[in-house]
Nanobody, 126 residues
Framework: VQLQASGGGLTQAGGSLRLSCAAS????????MGWFRQAPGKEREFVAA????????????YYSESVKGRFTISGDNALNTIYLQMNSLNPEDTAVYFC????????????????WGQGTLVTVSS
C-alpha cells in the first residue's frame, strides 16, 4: 500500500486548508484511514480517522478533542482518497500531517497503523 499526502501549505490564523491522501496498491478490504500530526519538538498525535467497510462505504469518523468541530474527515471511494478539511486554523495546528492506514479494528486513535504516507507540512501564522 502506498499513501500520498498532499495539500499542506501556509495560511494565516483563521484560515482553511484541505489535505488529501490517495491510497494505491493492494489495500485491505475494510480499513481505517487516519490523520496524525507532529509539531516541532512534540510527539506525533492522532487527529482524525475514518472507517471504510468491505463494500466501500466510509461510515464512521473519529476526531481528537483539539480539532473536533473545526476539522472534517471524509472519503471518496472511487478515488480511494480521504480528505481532511481544516477550518479555523490556529498556530497550534502547525505540524507535519501524516496519513496512515490499517486493517479494521478497535482504537482508531492508536498509532499502530501499518502503512504511512510521507507527510505534508501545514504552517499557520498568527
Amino acid at each position: 500500500v502506498q499513501l500520498q499526502a498532499s495539500g499542506g501549505g501556509l495560511t494565516q490564523a483563521g484560515g482553511s486548508l484541505r489535505l488529501s491522501c490517495a491510497a494505491s496498491g493492494r489495500t485491505f478490504s475494510s480499513y481505517i484511514m487516519g490523520w496524525f500530526r507532529q509539531a516541532p519538538g512534540k510527539e506525533r498525535e492522532f487527529v482524525a480517522a475514518i472507517t471504510r467497510s468491505a463494500i466501500g462505504t466510509y461510515y464512521r469518523t473519529y476526531y481528537s478533542e483539539s480539532v473536533k468541530g473545526r476539522f472534517t474527515i471524509s472519503g471518496d471511494n472511487a478515488l480511494n482518497t480521504i480528505y481532511l478539511q481544516m477550518n479555523s486554523l490556529n498556530p497550534e495546528d502547525t505540524a507535519v500531517y501524516f496519513c496512515a492506514v490499517k486493517r479494521m479494528g478497535p482504537a482508531p486513535e492508536e498509532h499502530d497503523y501499518e502503512y504511512w504516507g510521507q507527510g505534508t507540512l501545514v504552517t499557520v501564522s498568527s
